[in-house]
């Protein structure tokens, strides 16, 4: 990976140790339903070493608080994945260590909040007159603490935290102006809430107390224009921000693709006049591109609370899920399930295709598709295709197969090999978070990763790492590593993506029809005839089950015919 600057290059040297042999193709657990795969733990990564977590600044004022005058310092978050260790817990994460100190109920180390109670987290959360808390921590904190309890208790207890320092401000001969900079903090405080977390404020309930702590903290600050300026515009733009995110998911739900029809009939080909994708693109750097649109536009729909609160409801020893919050996840569900389309999309077109010529440029367009998914750094479209093209029905299609000139597919193969945690597509990963690091234009700081696979990473952080230690404070150096990843992946997901759109290629990858696993089984068996005994008795199987099915069909017609007759209808 000599060249980050620019493609990333596919090498064209022997696989490594572990891989598959040459025209071997192994299909990643992509298409498995990420909730179902993490649930059941049937995934064996290992969780690689984890950075140390975002270090935040030791001042007069305590360490990780800014005294007013401090300017806000900039934290640039380091790579997602490192090197492949084991999956061991790290013997450094939440201990205490040498040159650590404790203030209160919180420990520091080196100038680093490493643990605390929850309390005292909270309290570290709130402003006071001279300091204001570092926005990493903000993050931070607001992120983990919903593992601990639902989002409306903690706003509460924030509340009740502010009231009472704005009581102690208000002792007689007290400074108006201590006050009204008391009050602007808090405002703030909210404000950073509200723009990285506004689905903690989706219900009445949460507006309701929101608006309510912002009267008492400021309700001596009536003369305060600026102030009641500030929540004006804070309460406008979180409103905005949920009718956009409720809009975005009308609008998914209408694009959502119906059950795929199991076939009444045995023959599954479409007819002929049908458009294929040749038919709509026949550029394959081009549907890259358009992939690579669909791909940011469903990512950055993704909050840091969705993923957040997916790895904490992952663990059914977790005593503190809040009821219904799964419910809201729904842009995680829609990610995933454009993967698996996609997927699909890919069998379709090679399986509906009649001719073995025919089939064998799709398979070769989708694999060069897939190459140039690699070289702008879209690894979650090139999975999916990898998938598609390894599902079963395709993989079958030996004589077709044969046709194919597949040296590119076999190294892509070799990136996305399992072996050693994925070892050759994080190296890859790693070389396009460096490539995005250091980016002169658009095209080159792209970078998607495999989505299951960095969902899998999170939930095996959260997983070996305890959520309190043995003098019952919150372990948070795991939380401070947990924020940075789930901040660098929304970080990728905010770039804007360069290339020009094509709304009538788009239209076809989301509207296009989509093969069932069983039609896609009957048009594999219609192109190739079966061959091992294995193959001709789900030939069988599938082949009666279909009549079967049609045999019902058609008396249920009859039926309904007859009583509409009988009724008049």
């Given amino acids: 990976m000599a060249n980050v600057t620019g493609l990333l290059v596919l090498p064209a040297g022997p696989s490594v140790p572990g891989s598959s042999a040459p025209g071997c193709r192994v299909c990643p657990p992509t298409r498995v339903d990420y909730r179902r795969d993490v649930f059941g733990q049937s995934a064996a990564l290992c969780l690689p070493r984890a950075a140390p977590p975002p270090e935040t600044v030791a001042d007069p004022v305590g360490p990780g608080r800014r005294p007013e005058t401090t300017t806000q310092m900039s934290v640039v978050f380091s790579s997602i994945l490192g090197p492949s260790q084991s999956g061991q817990a790290q013997p450094g994460m939440g201990e205490r260590g040498s040159g650590a100190s404790s203030s209160g109920d919180l420990v520091f180390q080196e100038g680093r909040l490493i ?52 009581q102690q401000l208000e002792t007689p001969g007290a400074e108006k102006a201590k006050l009204k900079s008391f009050s602007a903090k808090i405002v703030q405080l909210f404000k950073e809430w509200t723009e990285a977390f506004p689905c903690d404020f989706q219900d009445e309930k949460a507006m309701a107390e929101l608006k309510a702590i912002t009267q008492r903290v400021t309700r001596s600050d009536e003369e305060n224009g600026t102030v009641k300026k500030a929540i004006a515009q804070m309460t406008q733009s979180l409103l905005l921000s949920l009718a956009a995110r409720s809009q975005l998911q009308e609008l998914r739900e209408k694009l959502r693709s119906p059950a795929m029809d199991k076939g ?62 799964l419910t809201k996840t729904y842009s995680l569900e829609a990610y995933d399930n454009w993967s698996n389309c996609l997927s699909m999309l890919v069998a379709t077109e090679v399986c509906r295709m009649v001719k073995k010529k025919h089939q064998t440029r799709m398979l070769e367009f989708f694999i060069d598709v897939a190459q140039g998914c690699f070289n702008i750094g879209n690894f979650n479209s090139m999975m999916a295709i ?48 460096q490539r995005a690091q250091m980016a002169k234009s658009s ?24 959520n309190h230690l043995p003098n019952g404070h919150v372990n948070f150096e795991k939380f401070w590593e947990i924020s940075r990843r789930i901040q660098e992946f929304t970080t990728w997901t905010q770039v804007e993506c360069p290339f020009q759109k094509d709304k009538k290629i788009q239209k076809y990858l989301l509207t296009a029809p989509l093969y069932s696993e069983e039609a896609l089984s009957i048009a594999s068996f219609e192109s190739e005839g079966p061959e091992s005994r294995r193959e001709k008795d789900s030939w069988k199987t599938l082949r009666t089950t279909v009549r079967n099915r049609a045999r019902r069909n058609e008396c249920s017609r009859q039926t309904l015919d007859e009583a509409h007759t009988c009724t008049g209808i």
């Fill in 264 to 325: 009444s009939v045995l023959k599954a080909k479409s007819p002929a006049t049908q458009k294929d994708i040749l038919g709509v693109c026949c550029d394959p750097l081009v549907l890259a591109q358009q992939l690579t649109h669909l791909e940011l536009e469903r990512a950055s729909s993704i909050h840091p609370g969705d993923l957040m609160q997916m790895v904490s409801h992952m663990d059914s020893r977790d005593k503190h899920r809040c009821p219904g919050d």
């Fill in 115 to 166: 643990s605390g109670s929850l309390e005292a987290l909270m309290e570290h959360l709130v402003p006071t007159v001279d300091s204001y808390p570092d926005r990493p921590y903000i993050f931070t904190f607001l992120l983990s603490s919903r593992v601990f309890m639902p989002p409306h208790d903690l706003l509460v207890r924030v509340g009740q935290i502010c009231l009472e320092q704005r």
């Fill in 443 to 466: 095209p080159e700081k792209i970078v998607i990763p495999v989505f299951n696979l960095f969902v899998k990473d999170l939930y095996f952080l959260h997983k070996i790492h305890t």
């Fill in 386 to 433: 990898i998938c598609g093209m390894n599902l079963s029905p395709v993989a079958r299609l030996k004589k077709t197969w044969s046709k194919v000139k597949t040296a590119k597919f076999e190294v892509l193969e070799r990136h996305m090999d399992p072996c050693s945690n994925f070892r050759n597509y994080r190296t890859a990963l790693q070389g396009a978070t």
